[in-house]
């Protein structure tokens, strides 16, 4: 598999990763916020409270869990760029032994 390749399926895998980060950002807090209206109105005070808990504890996780993939997406784009500057180095190498083989 070549480096093109390699771009390609990281940047279609990432495409993917980043469609369920937001679709889940933008239903799990209405979820979330719609069962603690529930409970509320209908009264239920210690299960409003754990259902908070629970809740509070499972978005910071998720939050701590996003925080990662988001480092480690970024951290895999300027590990391509660096990589993609040394090709185009290389390419401007190859180019210029090129030229100097024509001129002679």
């Known amino acids: 598999m070549d480096s093109e390749d390699i771009i390609r399926k990281n ?29 509320n109105l209908l009264g239920w005070d210690s299960a409003f409270e ?11 996780g998720i939050s701590v869990f996003w925080w990662w993939w988001a480092i480690y997406k970024i951290f895999n784009f300027a590990d391509m760029m660096g990589k993609t500057a040394d090709r185009i ?13 024509l001129k002679k």
């Open 50 to 60: 754990k259902a908070l808990v629970i809740g509070s504890t499972i978005m910071f």
């Open 89 to 101: 180095d290389s390419i401007k190498k190859e180019f210029n032994n090129l030229k100097d083989s």
């Open 11 to 39: 940047s279609e895998k990432t495409k993917k990763e980043v469609r369920w980060w937001r679709y889940a950002a933008w239903s799990l807090p209405f979820v979330a916020l719609a069962g603690l209206i529930f409970f």
